[in-house]
């Protein structure tokens, strides 16, 4: 074995230990999140309602309230995190996240206006079926639109990062402004639904958005994956990247496409979720360095963990009250990611 | 056998090159800033498309080579690069096998890598920080990425010139003895000097035109101060032609045409051979 085979094949194993480590504190967690709550459920009883014995109690609560919970956590951290890396590699910067590309702002700003038209939020006990679909729908397709206008301005024009940032926040603060002036003219109430529905909440997404969710989430984890070589590439740079072969407009195109896509799915089923897209692919940059091949199998994981803690602990600490996740992940997420800069100064 | 042809008929950049790089063979391409080594350099490897013209290799058209062809086939130091984020040199070189096809590098990939780092002396830093390193050893990783590739043709884009005086010439004897007889060499270069020494031929450019080609004889002071504006003793040391620049020529290139009066002469940059950019 040679001195490099060695160095290489030791670092090889301690990203595969760390990829382990972390499934093992998401298995962990999770469990823990099914567990505890305002009716606690012991472990043995637990796995009985699991796998359909235990009590009628147990088994409704497990099935209907904390399984959609704990996974929707799971899935949408696992892809907020996957897109804020995919974004960060694509726009060669380590701020790319959904905010500073504006698909939040205009995934709200959708919210909003279904809100608006329709006269009820997803908060509200009226409106049944079409409130359930309407306001998610409406914030998909304002985050689509959002993605919609960067890809064409960078199909048109160069698609360099610089533009595409540009255009993210210009588009952002255009969103913010209309939401805004949609929250002036909205009644008191309207303006509390739009409020409550930019608290992210994992709470409000049931089976078929968990489903609908994990299904777009894999499909998009495969996608990087098997184009994992060429984005590690493309971080070489655009002139380096093309010359190894690489269509450099047409991966950052696709790349953002699949980014925006996840994360306005994820935002119209559950709200906006700040910092985890952002400081999940950081963490794991931090630790293991940045090949794509690990990189988004552990983003995934770690956003996964963070969030299922983040959301266990919202629905836990103040109980009976339960807090929108989405606060408390901004909470958590600022501090951590000021630790980051500091701490990581030298790696970025 | 390696041919590369260029012709291109680009009125501002290049016109009607013609040049020709035989295997084994390393070409330096000189010339004041703005004289077209660059883009000459990225003509040839697609990165830039000739207006007219084309660049051949082993007599097929790059033009026509898939772009995974075309990268197994030419290796590429660009003149600068700065990754977003931290990679290893062992993943940075390991870039150079992608065209090799794949989606995940296989055992014979990371065979390739690490002889490539054992045949340029970086063992021991395969898993550092490129940034890390210091000018020299970054060269040599990006040189190792261009190589890992096993390519007929290297293109190596100033790549000596933010170093100091030993990896210079380290990085120039790794060049050479890449070469070895089966990859065809060209490289933009500023310092005259080290170019008299390694390049088995010359092309000087000027002002987008091959102002004269071949071996590094054809360095006299009268070709530096037609190309750079410089006047400079051209002397023999050990067989080998050393350049001593001595002060700006009072004249342009275009001497033939005296300047008019209170009109300073437009003439490119002047450069002397201890760049330091």
Redesign the interface.
């Known amino acids: 074995m ?4 060695t ?2 094949g ?2 090889r194993r301690r990203r595969v230990g760390f990829l382990g480590g972390v499934a093992l504190t998401l298995a962990i967690a999770g469990t823990f999140a099914l567990a505890i709550g305002s009716v606690q459920v012991p472990l043995a009883d637990l796995l009985a309602a699991l796998t359909g014995g235990g009590t009628e109690l147990h088994r409704n609560i497990v099935w209907r309230n904390r399984l959609p919970r704990v996974l929707g956590a799971i899935v949408a951290g696992g892809g907020l995190a996957i897109a804020g890396a995919a974004m ?2 694509v726009l ?3 701020l790319g996240a959904p905010y500073t590309l504006g698909i939040s702002q205009a995934a709200a700003f959708g919210a909003a206006l279904a809100i608006l038209l329709t006269g009820v939020g997803a908060g509200s006990a009226a409106g049944g079926l079409l409130a359930t679909w309407l306001t998610p729908i409406a914030a998909f397709l304002g985050g689509m639109v959002s993605t919609g206008v960067i890809l064409a301005l960078v199909t048109y024009r160069q698609a360099t990062p610089e533009t595409m940032i540009l255009t993210g926040v210009a588009l952002g603060s255009l969103f913010q402004a209309g939401l805004t002036l949609l929250q002036y003219f909205a009644s008191d109430t309207e303006v509390a639904a739009i409020v409550y529905w930019t608290f992210g909440d994992i709470g409000r997404a049931g089976w078929p958005q968990v489903i609908v969710m994990t299904v777009v989430v894999l499909a998009a984890t495969a996608y990087f ?6 984005y ?2 493309l ?3 655009t ?2 990247a ?6 450099v407009d047409s991966l950052r195109i696709r790349g953002m496409a699949i980014a925006s896509l996840v994360t306005a799915l994820i935002v119209s089923f559950v709200g906006i979720i700040g910092f985890v897209g952002l400081v999940a692919p950081h963490v794991v ?1 931090m630790v293991i ?3 794509e ?1 690990y990189l988004m199998p552990a983003s995934a994981l770690v956003g996964a963990t963070l969030l299922v803690v983040a959301d266990t602990a919202a629905r836990t600490v103040l109980s009976p009250v339960v807090l929108p996740v989405g606060i408390l992940t901004s909470f958590l997420g600022a501090p951590l990611f000021l630790y980051l800069v500091i701490e990581g100064r030298a ?2 | 056998m390696q041919r590369l042809t260029f012709a291109y008929d680009d009125e501002q950049i290049l016109e009607e090159i013609n040049l020709t790089v035989q295997s084994g063979e390393l070409l330096g391409l000189l010339g004041p800033n703005g004289s077209g080594k660059s883009t000459l350099l990225e003509c040839c490897n697609r990165l830039l498309g000739p207006d007219s013209g084309r660049v051949t290799i082993d007599g097929d058209p790059i033009a026509t080579l898939a772009p995974d062809e075309r990268a197994r086939r030419v290796g590429y130091v660009p003149q600068s690069e700065s990754g977003a984020f931290p990679a290893s040199v062992f993943e940075t070189i390991l870039q150079g096998r992608r065209p090799h096809g794949g989606w995940s590098p296989s055992a014979s990939d990371r065979e390739a890598v690490e002889r490539v780092i054992d045949r340029l002396g970086l063992d021991g830093l395969a898993t550092r920080n490129v940034e890390n390193l210091s000018g020299g050893q970054r060269q040599k990783v990006r040189l190792g990425r261009a190589l890992v590739g096993d390519p007929s043709v290297l293109l190596l884009d100033e790549p000596t010139s933010a170093l100091d005086l030993k990896h210079r010439l380290e990085v120039m004897d790794l060049v050479v003895g890449q070469l070895q007889g089966d990859v065809a060499g060209m490289i933009a270069i500023h310092d005259l000097n080290l170019a008299a020494r390694y390049c088995d031929r010359v092309a000087l450019l000027a002002e987008g035109e091959v102002h004269a080609v071949g071996p590094p004889d054809v360095l006299t002071a009268e070709a530096i101060r037609e190309v750079y504006g410089v006047e400079a003793s051209v002397r023999r040391h050990r067989d080998r032609r050393l350049v001593v620049p001595e002060a700006p020529a009072d004249t342009g290139p275009s001497a033939a045409e005296p300047p008019i009066e209170g009109h300073v002469a437009d003439r490119p940059t002047p450069n002397t051979a201890e760049t330091d950019d």
Do not use: C
Request: glycine share 12%; charged share 30%; no cysteine.
């Open positions: 040679t001195e490099t085979a160095a290489v030791e670092r960060q590699t060669r910067n380590p994956l098997r184009h994992g070589w060429d590690d590439v971080d070489a740079g002139d380096t093309r010359s190894l072969g690489v269509n940059r360095g940045g090949t091949r790696y970025w």
